[in-house]
């Protein structure tokens, strides 16, 4: 059984995301879906158990994908599944430089594991976690980026910050 693992710290998880991880389970026996602890991003929208929460609903008509959170390196959490890989999203260019970087880091530690790049289908290229926060804080329509599952949690949380 290959596993594939998708990382990240889905605060909160957005379409763009969501296509990555339906893609990897079209490709993937198991898909693996890891809310990571990103120490550059300080005061997350969403605490660690409610992204998980969020992101279980989102995926749950995929039966081939689970929700888990790591707080290791993700080279070293990866070695919990025999023959994992991992799967990132590339959205542009931009992308590509820290993520090879990034997979180069993560065979160093662990020389088994295995990086697979899906580029973001095009309506999702623009799309961040961080650009979702931006424009829910001015009160923009989120549903283009934002799956409808979570829409009123994100948008409940936004309104609790700006009170």
């Known amino acids: 059984m290959?596993?594939?693992i998708c990382s990240g710290s889905f605060d909160p998880i957005t379409l763009g995301h969501l296509n990555i991880i339906r893609r990897a389970s079209l490709i993937f026996d198991r898909v693996v879906v890891?809310?990571?602890?990103?120490?550059?991003?300080?005061?997350?929208?969403?605490e660690l158990d409610e992204r998980m929460e969020?992101?279980?609903?989102?995926?749950?008509?995929?039966?081939n994908v689970s929700v888990d959170c790591s707080d290791m390196l993700l080279a070293e959490y990866a070695?919990?599944?025999?023959?994992?890989?991992?799967?990132r999203g590339l959205r542009a260019v931009s992308d590509y430089e820290s993520e090879v970087q990034m997979a180069l880091i993560n065979k160093s530690i662990n020389p088994v594991l295995?990086?697979?790049?899906?580029?973001?289908?095009?309506?999702?290229?623009?799309i961040s976690s961080s650009v979702v926060k931006e424009l829910g804080r001015y009160g923009a329509d989120l549903s283009k980026y934002?799956?409808?599952?979570?829409?009123?949690?994100?948008k409940e949380k936004l309104?609790?910050?700006?009170?």
């Open 146 to 154: 934002v799956p409808s599952e979570i829409l009123d949690d994100v």
């Open 54 to 63: 969020l992101i279980r609903r989102v995926v749950a008509y995929l039966p």
């Open 34 to 46: 890891c809310v990571t602890i990103n120490s550059s991003k300080r005061s997350p929208l969403f």
């Open 2 to 4: 290959t596993t594939a």
């Open 114 to 126: 295995e990086t697979l790049f899906l580029t973001s289908s095009e309506k999702y290229t623009y």
């Open 159 to 163: 309104k609790k910050l700006e009170a």
């Open 79 to 87: 070695k919990r599944f025999e023959g994992a890989v991992l799967v």
